[in-house]
């Protein structure tokens, strides 16, 4: 959202259509009393149009995101950008600093903590600086997580696909997965969407790494939300060659029934059949195991990368496909893709 001049405002400045801002902003302090100051930069182009805005490192270990972020604030021409970009690379300083998910203030979420209120707690109070000045100014939203430590997870969106905004947007970045869910309370993107600000969530890859390839793909989705917005109106929207939106029946989690040192059989991103073993936990002597098997037919969009589990820990994130995504996803496989449907 812009003024009457084309500006995008926030407390104490203001960018001008043509002008772009590599800003740092103040949102709480350390215990020395200095500044915490998140890095923003904020493009307003020379033709008018929609606000997005595109934020990574909620959790502060969540790396492949930042990368996304600053690439496109710093490396893409946008002398034909129709509308502002609100770039938040690093949105939990503190959790950053300290390569750790949560802030370091008793061990606070800060992907629970919006829309934030001023005169609460430090996450709230962080949560609330974010969310008045940068994200509530947009119109839409990209905000880019990884698996948790430990696991990693294939490329797909996460978004509330009952609201027509939010579907719409989580359609155009033209990942093969979906999930359908509103999100828990308290995350950016479902509190971003009920404040009328469609967001979704772009899970990719593990924490603590920059994934090129995740990198890569994560870039092509927003060039591809960018054209079906009017950004950049001269680019494609992207067809992913196959799209599944997934229900909250049709994925589950296997789960280890035993403790153990686990040996997968299977990457993120691969189909398993139904009844096929996922993987297998071993004792120390491997004179035992106990295999996992899969309860349907379905792709596995995250997976355990650290091979050591209790009983109750959860090792994939396997998702249902139907048949015919299934012939679909075998053809993307071996080079011929399908069609997009009309
Ligand atoms: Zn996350």
């Known amino acids: 959202m812009a003024d009457a001049e084309g500006a995008f405002t926030y407390n104490g400045g203001r960018v001008d259509p043509g002008e772009t801002q590599n800003l740092r902003y103040s949102i709480s302090e350390t215990y020395l009393g200095d500044p915490v100051r998140v890095p923003v930069t904020i493009v307003n182009g020379e033709e ?4 997005m805005f595109l934020s990574a490192a909620a959790h502060g270990d969540e790396l492949n995101g930042i990368e996304v972020v600053r690439e496109v604030a710093q490396e893409w021409e946008h002398r034909n950008l129709h509308g502002t970009l609100v770039c938040l690379p690093v949105l939990n300083v503190l959790g950053f ?47 880019f997580h990884t698996s948790t430590r430990g696991r990693s997870n294939m490329l797909h969106v996460r978004g509330d696909m009952d609201d027509q905004g939010t579907a719409r947007l989580a359609r155009s970045f033209g990942a093969n997965v979906i999930l359908d869910s509103q999100g828990p309370t308290g995350t950016l993107r479902r509190e971003a969407s009920e404040a009328g ?23 092509d989705g927003v060039a591809s939300v960018m054209a079906e917005y009017g950004l950049h109106p001269a680019e494609p929207v992207n067809w992913p060659g196959w799209r599944t939106v997934i229900e909250k029946g049709e994925k589950t989690w296997l789960r280890a029934d035993a403790g153990g040192l686990v040996e997968t059989h299977y990457e993120q991103g691969d189909l398993v059949e139904a009844g096929e073993v996922v993987c297998s936990i071993t004792n120390p002597f491997k004179t035992d ?21 209790y009983p109750g820990n959860p090792i994939c994130h396997l998702v249902e496909l139907g048949e015919e995504i299934q012939r679909a996803y075998l053809r993307n496989r071996t080079g011929t893709m399908p069609e997009r449907p009309s």
């Open 48 to 51: 008018p149009g929609p606000t």
């Open 97 to 143: 600093l300290a390569q750790q998910r949560y802030l370091p203030v008793y061990d606070r979420d800060l992907n629970r903590s919006f829309p934030g209120k001023p005169g609460s707690t430090s996450a709230k109070r962080v949560a609330h600086q974010l969310f008045q000045n940068f994200i509530e100014p947009c119109d839409f939203g990209l905000d």
């Open 197 to 219: 600000v469609p967001t979704i969530t772009i899970e990719m890859g593990e924490a603590h790494r920059f994934q090129r390839r995740f990198i890569d793909a994560a870039l």
């Open 289 to 309: 195991s106990v295999d996992v098997e899969a309860p349907f037919t379905g792709l596995l969009v995250g997976v355990l990368e650290n091979p050591v589990v």
